[in-house]
């Protein structure tokens, strides 16, 4: 089983070269639901996902992520995964101690962890982008007023070979203690 995951965590990488070949949305929505098994502060699972698969819904959300000519290979993305953030709902002693939202972002990363990870497992590469025009985004998915979201994961599929992973050496970032 190790391998299986250490396979997953060597093969995942940000794609920023989508194919043409088309994704369907049974799929995304299977990357979803094994993403909410995600863990969250007091289970309270802080997000929305917003499944964005229909061509015209895709090139709007394409161009949300496009401001100053940032990300311009999202134009070739099947499907994006927009990811909102919510209230935690925290046990009460959690609250007093860290303030409500104290974890949501920490959670978000854990639930956007699983869905590139779960979309990696299906053979389907993905991009997480954070450089987002927060209104257009929210017109382009119906997104209600006070609802944010600071992260969307770009899906399709590739051709690009995996790259060599370049990280700091363990040595610099793990202590045994």
């Not at 699972?45 to 709007?60: D, N, R, S």
Request: net charge positive; charged share 25%; hydrophobic share 40%.
């Amino acid at each position: 089983m190790f391998e299986c995951f250490e396979n997953l965590v060597n093969t995942r990488q940000s794609c920023r070269e989508f194919n043409d070949k088309p994704l369907d949305a049974s799929v995304v929505e299977k990357i979803a639901t094994l993403a909410l098994k995600a863990p969250s502060a007091c289970n309270s699972q802080p997000w929305k996902m917003y499944l964005v698969t229909k061509p015209e819904k895709v090139k709007a959300v394409a161009e949300s992520l496009q401001e100053r000519g940032r990300n311009p290979f999202v134009s070739k993305a099947k499907a994006f995964v927009v990811v909102s953030e919510r209230d935690a709902t925290l046990f009460e002693s959690a609250v007093q101690k860290f303030g409500k939202n104290h974890f949501v972002k920490y959670d978000i990363g854990e639930l956007v962890a699983y869905l590139t990870l779960g979309a990696q497992s299906l053979g389907v590469s993905s991009c997480i982008i954070g450089w987002i025009e927060q209104e257009k985004l929210k017109k382009a998915v119906g997104m209600p007023e006070g609802e944010v979201s600071n992260i969307v994961v770009a899906l399709g599929y590739s051709d690009i070979p995996v790259r060599e992973k370049k990280r700091k050496d363990a040595v610099e970032v793990i202590k045994i203690i």
